[in-house]
């Protein structure tokens, strides 16, 4: 075990370090910024559409949230739509995660659950092969992939993927996206993030 009050050389770096942290809030102030432009695109897709919601969802409602403790890591989301009540969830958040990826995830729990399911694998086809996944995870809020924790909605995966759905109290589809993509360079979440949500309506929608 090593020493508590010894410090390593790469740790002695990153102390003495005086550009990272205004650095990282330039860095944040760009992913509110982003996520504010993912809230006023999805905001204009919401208008008039016909969706298969809870009875008391609000299509006014979103959150803004920023954090320093994911798993250790910066955080920054947007929830829009937005709704929890109760056991009630349905929610797409954009997800921003410091040395992870942006996440964009559909989460969905409560009376509605069956028909969503019973949407996903009838209109399997129209949202399989886009890069999505859906969570194995036991719980909605595990942001991370990979094998044992997603699995992807590929074209011949239909079975698998109802094997899942299978008796659980909630799903979650997600699109992750790496934070060294160029399209995050260039600008493009907002525009990925309502192509994400567009590519998730056939489960949602009557």
């Known amino acids: 075990m090593s020493d508590p009050l010894l410090f390593t050389p790469d740790e002695l770096a990153l102390a003495a370090d005086r550009e990272f942290f205004p650095a990282k809030a330039r860095i944040m102030a760009k992913v509110r910024t982003t996520l504010e432009a993912v809230h006023a695109g999805l ?9 298969l919601a809870p009875t008391t969802f609000d299509p006014a409602k979103f959150q803004l949230v920023k954090g320093e403790h994911l798993e250790s890591f910066p955080y920054q989301y947007v929830d ?7 056991g009630e969830t349905f929610t797409f958040r954009s997800l921003f995660w410091w040395g992870h990826a942006v996440v964009f995830a559909l989460i969905l729990e409560g009376p509605h659950l069956l028909q969503y399911k019973r949407n996903l694998i009838n209109r399997y086809h129209e949202v399989a092969g886009k890069d999505l996944q859906i969570s194995l995870a036991p719980t909605p809020w595990e942001w991370k992939q990979g094998e044992g924790l997603t699995l992807p909605l590929t074209h011949d995966r239909k079975s698998e993927v109802a094997a899942v759905l299978s008796g659980r109290r909630f799903f979650k589809l997600a699109r992750y996206l790496p934070l060294d993509d160029p399209a995050v360079r260039d600008g493009l979440v907002p525009a990925i993030g309502r192509e994400t949500w567009r590519t998730l ?3 949602i929608t009557p």
């Open 43 to 51: 905001k204009a897709d919401l208008a008039g559409a016909k969706l």
């Open 201 to 203: 309506l056939p489960v």
């Open 80 to 86: 829009y739509p937005k709704h929890f009540a109760g």
